[in-house]
């Protein structure tokens, strides 16, 4: 029997004002219930079903788990684009501009929907945003 397995790929780049990438950063991110449960209405086109639209930065430390609902202390604009790499995949490209979410100690990442119900969360090491720095991403969701 074949089953459907949804993964995430994350990527932050951290930029000073010059220009310069001081911190490059991937990894592999879990897609929470919420998100997999937003996926099938959205296929079923149940009208709970919304696309992923948000990108949103926050501050727990936690570990993610599937049962994550929420980012702690949430900073999220609207997703810059999404494009589609291959055939099953889809690739959110987001960024985080000087003058957002300044002050922020930024430990957890998440895709939001339309909703605002959380897709899929990321946790690293903290990133302290001021006006030096912006953050500019990709988050690719991969459906095998």
């Given amino acids: 029997m074949d089953s459907i397995k949804v993964k995430?790929?994350?990527v932050v780049d951290v930029i000073d004002n010059s220009g310069n990438i001081v911190e490059h950063y991937?990894?592999?991110n879990l897609v929470v219930t919420l998100g997999k449960t937003n996926a099938a209405k959205l296929l079923g086109g149940h009208a709970d079903g919304k696309k992923v639209s948000k990108i949103a930065v926050g501050t727990n430390p936690a570990d993610p788990t599937v049962s994550d609902t929420s980012i702690t202390g949430m900073y999220s604009k609207a997703i810059d684009g999404a494009s589609y790499p291959d055939a099953n995949s889809v690739q959110f490209n987001w960024s985080l501009d000087n003058a957002e979410a300044?002050?922020?100690?930024?430990?957890e990442f998440g895709l939001l929907n339309d909703s605002n119900a959380l897709f899929a969360r990321k946790v690293r090491t903290a990133i302290t945003k001021t006006s030096a720095v912006r953050l500019v991403g990709t988050w690719k969701i991969t459906i095998n």
């Fill in 102 to 107: 300044n002050g922020m100690s930024i430990v």
């Fill in 8 to 10: 995430g790929a994350f």
């Fill in 26 to 28: 991937q990894d592999n």
